[in-house]
Structure formats: C-alpha cells, structure tokens
C-alpha cells in the first residue's frame, strides 16, 4: 500500500497597523490546513508593517523566504495575494523565488493554489509579465537617454553622464538584483554613483 507524505505548509499572516490582529487569518488557514490534510510547520507573522516595505523590513517574509530556499515546507499558505506585497512587482519576485526552490503557494481569498495543475499557470503567468515589465523599463530608459543626448543637460553642456534620465530606479532595482556592483550600475547606465546608492537605501 502506497502511503501519501503529508503536504507540509508554513502560513503567513500581515496587518499593516498596531490595532489589527492577524487571528482571523491564521484560524481559517489553520481550518483549511485541517480540512486538506496539511501539517503546518511553522507560522509566520508581520505585525504593523505594510506591505510595501521591502523583505529587509519584514523580518517575519525574510524567514519565510530563508525557510523556502533550505524547503523546510512544501507550501506557503496565505490569506490574500496582497498580504505578500503590494505591487505585482513584489509578487513576482516572490513567487520567482519559492518557485525556484519548488515551493508551492496557497492563496484562500483568490483560490489560487500551485499544487494543482491549473494552479500551476499562474507560476509561467507570472513570468510572462515580468519579461514584459524588464521590457518596458529597459525601452523607458533607452528612450530617456536618447533624448538626454539630444536635448544635453541642465546646464545646457553636451551631454556626458546623462544625470536627466528620466527614471532611473526600476533599471538600477533590477540591474542590482541581478548581482551588479553599484560601480558597475552606475557605469552602464551612466549615472552617478551617489544616485545609485540614493535609490538602493530607499525601501
């Protein structure tokens, strides 16, 4: 006889300001843990932060994504996608990251649960539309400095380091990501190295 291993999941839980409680989640994820057969392993929770800080700010998402990489669980349940963050930006850096470590994810208010396999789409969805977004602001910036060397800058000398781009921190968000030092940032998109370090210090 064949014996099916039990899913193991960690929950997350956030509210967003210091009289809010995280209880009405955790009791109807705890409920559906019970209805699925799921053993819960860990709870993880953010209380009083908001979702749009950044992983360093949320010491209890940092641990739940340290704990997905060593996949100390098979599943993160939670109970809205925007608990998770509040940017499709934010989401698809995290469900990029649990997928690369083959964690599933459960969301109870969208349905949504990637151990299935229509559930599964959302994953090779997901990476659709962040290639698109890494499109669109390479184009944005590509065309801020094309008209920076036509136009010159501010002080109306010709154009050298083109500090008028018109939005450099996507590309320096994402350059970063990708592993590059902040001279090398700099460099490549010919900005100071002050605007670099200026928007990788903000959240």
């Given at each position: 006889?064949?014996?099916?291993?039990?899913?193991?999941?960690?929950?997350?839980?956030?509210?967003?300001?210091?009289?809010?409680?995280?209880?009405?989640?955790?009791?109807?994820?705890?409920?559906v843990a019970e209805r699925m057969?799921?053993?819960?392993?860990?709870?993880?929770?953010?209380?009083?932060?908001?979702?749009?800080?950044?992983?360093?700010?949320?010491?209890?998402?940092?641990?739940?994504?340290?704990?997905?990489?060593?996949?100390?669980?098979?599943?993160?349940?939670?109970?809205?996608?925007?608990?998770?963050?509040?940017?499709?930006?934010?989401?698809?850096?995290?469900?990029?990251?649990?997928?690369?470590?083959?964690?599933?994810?459960?969301?109870?208010?969208?349905?949504?649960?990637?151990g299935t396999p229509a559930g599964?789409?959302?994953?090779?969805?997901?990476?659709?539309?962040?290639?698109?977004?890494?499109?669109?602001?390479?184009?944005?910036?590509?065309?801020?400095?094309?008209?920076?060397?036509m136009s010159g800058t501010k002080?109306?000398?010709?154009?050298?380091?083109?500090?008028?781009?018109?939005?450099?921190?996507?590309?320096?968000?994402?350059?970063?990501?990708?592993?590059?030092?902040?001279?090398?940032?700099?460099?490549?998109?010919?900005?100071?190295?002050?605007?670099?370090?200026?928007?990788?210090?903000?959240?």
């Amino acid at each position: 006889m064949i014996t099916v291993k039990a899913k193991r999941v960690a929950l997350y839980a956030r509210v967003s300001t210091e009289n809010q409680t995280t209880d009405n989640q955790l009791i109807e994820l705890r409920a559906v843990a019970e209805r699925m057969g799921w053993v819960i392993v860990e709870e993880f929770i953010d209380h009083a932060i908001s979702g749009g800080k950044g992983r360093d700010q949320r010491p209890a998402f940092d641990k739940l994504l340290k704990g997905a990489t060593r996949r100390d669980f098979d599943m993160v349940a939670a109970w809205s996608v925007d608990r998770l963050g509040r940017s499709l930006q934010h989401l698809v850096e995290f469900l990029g990251e649990i997928q690369e470590s083959g964690v599933d994810l459960y969301l109870h208010q969208q349905g949504i649960n990637t151990g299935t396999p229509a559930g599964k789409a959302l994953f090779q969805m997901c990476g659709v539309f962040a290639e698109f977004e890494k499109s669109m602001i390479k184009e944005r910036v590509i065309l801020g400095i094309a008209r920076s060397r036509m136009s010159g800058t501010k002080s109306g000398k010709p154009h050298g380091r083109p500090a008028n781009i018109e939005n450099p921190e996507p590309l320096v968000r994402q350059l970063r990501a990708e592993g590059k030092g902040m001279l090398k940032i700099a460099k490549e998109l010919k900005i100071g190295v002050s605007t670099v370090q200026r928007i990788l210090a903000t959240p």
